[in-house]
């Protein structure tokens, strides 16, 4: 019965199936996930600690060493635009930058991290329910 089909016939019964496969598999890829687990995500559980207008000091909570954060997890700390900052701590800690990079750091020994953004945005790391000083100067850069 099929050894009779013309050829071109059967291009167009492979060229649907194709369709059909590449159809289901975009299908397979779009679906979302439940909206519960989408904002599951996006939750913030440390807060951030930011520098209001005329202030240029802030205590900072150290997060426990052993945790892997998100981005979205919060506790960052976002210094204004132009400002050069220095932290001051009595421990030793590890700063992570918001673009991955993170150096350990002893306390009083003096210390490069590279290229810095404009407004630094950084976690700081370190026995938990310890703090370290950030002190901030403005309109540096």
Request: glycine share 10%; aromatic share 14%; net charge positive.
């Amino acid at each position: 019965m099929f050894e009779k089909a013309p050829k071109w016939a059967w291009g167009l019964v492979i060229g649907i199936a194709t369709v059909f496969f590449m159809v289901g598999v975009w299908w397979i890829k779009s679906e979302k996930p439940p909206a519960e687990a989408r904002v599951a995500v996006a939750t913030q559980i440390y807060p951030n600690y930011t520098f209001e207008e005329g202030v240029n000091q802030i205590r900072v909570p150290l997060i426990s060493v052993g945790q892997q954060l998100t981005r979205e997890a919060g506790g960052w700390v976002i210094t204004p635009a132009g400002s050069a900052y220095r932290n001051d701590y009595e421990i030793p800690i590890t700063i992570e930058y918001i673009d991955g990079r993170k150096f350990y750091r002893e306390p009083n020994k003096p210390a490069w991290d590279g290229v810095i953004p404009a407004n630094s945005i950084f976690r700081l790391y370190g026995k938990e329910g310890e703090y370290a000083t950030v002190t901030i100067k403005r309109g540096v850069y």
